[in-house]
């Protein structure tokens, strides 16, 4: 790991700290696996639940990677990490007594402009959470024909105004900055909608963050091999933030022989956590258990 990339600041408030860590029954000597690490809260709160356990972390942004292994450093050879998107793990045959993953950007992904996953200020089109791949938001924008850029801010941001939207992005294009698309997006829009609670361009960014990341493809293919990693009685906990996300974990917990549902319904943030950390209040926790089939 680059010094310049673990010197980055990557800091991780862990949403529904605390039902995580209940939901997934942490026993002493036990071994668990964070899927998505981020800035390592959740997994530190996993290695201090109790004696002696095991963890895997797991990546696809390398900054996070680092900010995770300065963050465990205390923990040494208790902690394995490594950088590759959770469906494309391969567990060597080991077995977990419990599985978390937090979907979605980080808070500090967010936060860190230059990454281009925000309009609040200047940055490039980027939105990669593994900076290694190739497709940015910069070439989906500028070179997707206009009913797949249609399509996709239809399905992944449920942004009703997609066509108008994807005409204005080609009518326009290039763009290279963030705050450019921003601009155009909130054009497409009648003028008295463009003044919201909401930006207008949000729900076109976060369907382009999915698309760069093929977000809901590899949650669907996570959740297909996830439960083979469990050992019987081992627990599933999988956080959304979005109806996207949470519809899929739903359905997938439903339909798998392999689980027992424990959440029958979601566990959500507390007015206290959402006072303290104002991101948690649309995240939702769904837990499962692998049970003998």
């Known amino acids: 790991m680059s010094e310049d990339i673990a010197a980055q600041p990557f800091f991780h408030m862990p949403v529904l700290a605390e039902q995580v860590i209940e939901g997934l029954q942490i026993k002493a000597g036990g071994r668990y696996l964070d ?14 639940a ?11 942004d390398l900054q996070a990677l680092a900010a995770a292994q300065a963050r465990l450093a205390e923990f040494g050879d208790r902690v394995t990490f490594c950088h590759t998107n959770f469906a494309r793990y391969a567990p060597d045959g080991l077995r977990f007594d419990g599985i978390l993953a937090d979907i979605g950007v980080s808070s500090t992904q967010l936060d860190q402009s230059h990454r281009g996953f925000s ?4 940055a490039p089109l980027d939105m990669r959470m593994d900076t290694t791949q190739a497709l940015t938001a910069e070439e989906i924008v500028n070179h997707w024909d206009e009913k797949t850029l249609a399509d996709t801010i239809y399905e992944y941001g449920e942004e009703r105004l997609s066509r108008r939207i994807a005409r204005r992005i080609v009518e326009k294009r290039p763009f290279h900055t963030t705050t450019a698309l921003a601009w155009e997006v909130a054009g497409a829009f009648p003028a008295k909608a463009r003044h919201g609670r909401i930006h207008p361009a949000t729900r076109t960014f976060q369907a382009l963050r999915i698309a760069v990341n093929g977000e809901l493809k590899v949650l669907e293919e996570f959740l ?23 519809r899929i974990v739903k359905y997938a917990y439903r339909g798998d022989e392999r689980l027992q549902i424990v959440t029958k319904k979601p566990l959500v943030a507390t007015a206290e956590e959402v006072q303290e950390n104002p991101r948690s209040r649309s995240a939702k926790l769904r837990v499962a258990e692998r049970i003998l089939v």
């Open 35 to 48: 899927a998505t690490v981020g800035g390592a809260g959740h997994s530190e709160l996993i290695l201090k």
């Open 50 to 60: 109790a004696p002696d356990v095991q963890l895997v972390a797991l990546d696809q």
């Open 119 to 122: 309009f609040r200020a200047e």
């Open 224 to 246: 297909a091999i996830a439960p083979d990693w469990l050992t019987v009685g081992g627990r599933l906990a999988l956080i959304s933030f979005h109806s996207l996300e949470d």
